[in-house]
């Protein structure tokens, strides 16, 4: 069975103590899409194959927003998190 995954907002506001986003520099990014291939949970693709961060980055998700970090080929890629 999998488990769930609560999604949250990804844009808005502050991030709270703890909350965990995943950014992507607009500007850097050429749109490969592998963040999106390795963070199906909370990023999907627009219509000409740029990512859009659609909620917050569950703690358990960070292992994989991590790989997908290293693996961006432009480093559009940034986990920032709350204090
Ligand atoms: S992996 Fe990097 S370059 Fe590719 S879509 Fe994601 S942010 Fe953009």
């Known amino acids: 069975m999998m488990a769930t995954v609560q999604l949250q907002p990804a844009h808005g506001r502050p991030l709270a103590r703890g909350e965990i986003r995943l950014e992507v520099d607009r500007i850097a ?3 490969f899409g592998m963040c999106a291939e390795l963070l199906p949970e909370i990023v999907e693709l627009d219509d000409w194959g740029y990512p859009i961060v659609h909620s917050l980055l569950p703690k358990k998700l960070l292992p994989m927003a991590r ?4 693996v961006c080929p432009v480093l559009a ?3 920032r998190q709350g204090h």
């Open 67 to 70: 790989r997908a970090v290293d």
């Open 77 to 79: 890629l940034r986990i």
């Open 29 to 31: 990014c050429d749109g």
